[in-house]
């Protein structure tokens, strides 16, 4: 059966830091580029960041280039999001998504498996 799931969000004050994982079961996850979508309340989902199966390219939407970078451990079979600079605009459920041999890019419709997401936070 295949899994992903999303821990590690919570709440944090502006400025601040989170990282958020993803566990993946049941598939080759090395084979997979992954991605995080975050969906803000009323909004449609937005793709975040994404990395491919090795992890040598990385990806990032323009508003949280500098502040997120995106990791994955493909021994442990986990995908990472370390959000530092945080503002109330980043706050929104993630989820993490998981594409076959894909790019890892934003077209969240090649994305084959997703999570259940976590709920990030950022206010004061």
């Known amino acids: 059966e295949v899994q992903l799931v999303e821990s590690g969000g919570g709440w944090v004050q502006p400025g601040g830091s989170l990282r958020v994982s993803c566990a993946a079961s049941g598939f080759t996850f090395s084979s997979y580029a992954m991605c995080w979508v975050r969906q803000a309340s009323g909004k449609g989902p937005e793709w975040v960041s994404g990395?491919?199966?090795?992890?040598?390219?990385?990806m990032y939407r323009d508003s949280v280039k500098g502040r997120f970078t995106i990791s994955r451990d493909n021994a442990k079979n986990t995908l990472y999001l370390q959000m530092n600079s945080l503002k109330p605009e980043d706050t929104a459920v993630y989820y993490c998504?998981?594409?076959?041999?894909?790019?890892?890019?934003?077209?969240?419709?090649?994305?084959?498996?997703w999570g259940q997401g976590t709920q990030v936070t950022v206010s004061s």
């Open positions: 990395i491919d199966g090795d992890g040598r390219r990385t």
């Open positions: 998504a998981a594409d076959y041999l894909g790019p890892g890019t934003e077209d969240i419709r090649r994305y084959d498996y």
